[in-house]
């Protein structure tokens, strides 16, 4: 699908919005089910720094999939078929490259806070032009860590960053305040609902508090076609995070 005219205003107004029951149940469960043969097959066959755990002893731990577009073809045709890629076209007016596919968990009481952060601060494009799509799994809440924006942050530039300690998240705003708090709006989601945020958008959740509750997403990110990639950039970032977390015993 593409964006109504509405939908390109709001994003372009407010930095993000939300699609409420844009899979249904039957989609859902596919896209469970494909994550977990991709859990069961394909993970085993890949580098460290493509899965990571809260406790990498664990594997019930499972956080983080990254690049599984690269890595398997149901990944793929969904990043470059007709369900996400023309709704990001349409939202950034522009033709896209479709970029990574990732799966994000926080499992039941471990599942880690993400830090305060704008992806464009990782993705080193310019102009910073790209969009993330996060669809959820479950029922999301306050509870088990639901995504936090600050509308119309992302016409308000790049904030600093600098190192965060949260795996999977190594950067993230370091002077975040109670004002940028005061301006959140905790997005509550039910499976299948999508989230679309601006590169530019500053966003966190809080760490899972529940004791039973999963709190499983797709992220997908397209960036427009007119985005320069600073590749050395991106590489040595890559290479020195690897270095970083295979020191600290992470992945
Ligand atoms: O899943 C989360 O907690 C945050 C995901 C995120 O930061 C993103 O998709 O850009």
Same mark, same amino acid.
């Given at each position: 699908m593409t964006a109504t005219a509405e939908q390109v205003q709001e994003f372009q107004q407010t930095g993000f919005i939300v699609l409420p029951g844009f899979l249904c149940?039957?989609?859902?469960?596919?896209?469970?089910?494909?994550?977990? %043969?991709?859990?069961?097959?394909?993970? #085993?066959?890949?580098a460290p *720094?493509?899965?990571?755990?809260? !406790? @990498?002893?664990?594997?019930?731990?499972?956080?983080?999939?990254h690049r599984m577009c690269e890595h398997d073809s149901f990944f793929a045709k969904q990043m470059s078929g007709e369900r996400f890629r023309p709704l990001a076209e349409s939202l950034l007016q522009s033709d896209v490259?479709?970029? /990574?596919?990732? &799966?994000? /968990? @926080? #499992? #039941?009481s471990i599942g880690k806070s993400t830090p305060p952060h704008q992806d464009g601060y990782y993705f080193m494009l310019d102009p910073n032009e790209a969009l993330t799509m996060w669809l959820a799994l479950d029922h999301v809440d306050? *509870? /088990?860590?639901?995504? %936090?924006y600050i509308p119309g942050s992302h016409l308000r530039g790049m904030r600093s960053h600098g190192k965060s300690g949260t795996l999977g998240f190594s950067q993230g705003i370091q002077d975040y305040s109670s004002?940028?708090?005061?301006?959140?709006?905790?997005?509550?989601?039910?499976?299948?609902?999508?989230?679309?945020?601006?590169?530019?958008?500053?966003? %966190?959740?809080n760490g899972n508090q529940s004791n039973s509750r999963h709190r499983?997403?797709?992220?997908?990110? &397209? &960036?427009?076609?007119?985005? @320069?990639? !600073?590749?050395?950039q991106v590489e040595r970032y890559q290479q020195s995070l690897v270095e970083e977390l295979t020191a600290d015993n992470k992945i």
């Open positions: 149940a039957t989609q859902v469960a596919e896209m469970l089910e494909q994550v977990q %043969r991709f859990v069961t097959d394909v993970i #085993p066959t890949l *720094e493509e899965a990571f755990y809260e !406790d @990498k002893s664990d594997l019930a731990t499972l956080k983080q999939i490259v479709a970029k /990574n596919m990732q &799966y994000f /968990n @926080k #499992p #039941p306050e *509870e /088990n860590g639901c995504v %936090r004002e940028d708090t005061q301006q959140e709006a905790a997005i509550h989601a039910e499976p299948g609902d999508l989230l679309v945020h601006h590169s530019m958008t500053i966003h %966190r959740a499983r997403a797709m992220g997908m990110v &397209y &960036y427009s076609a007119q985005a @320069k990639v !600073d590749s050395a």
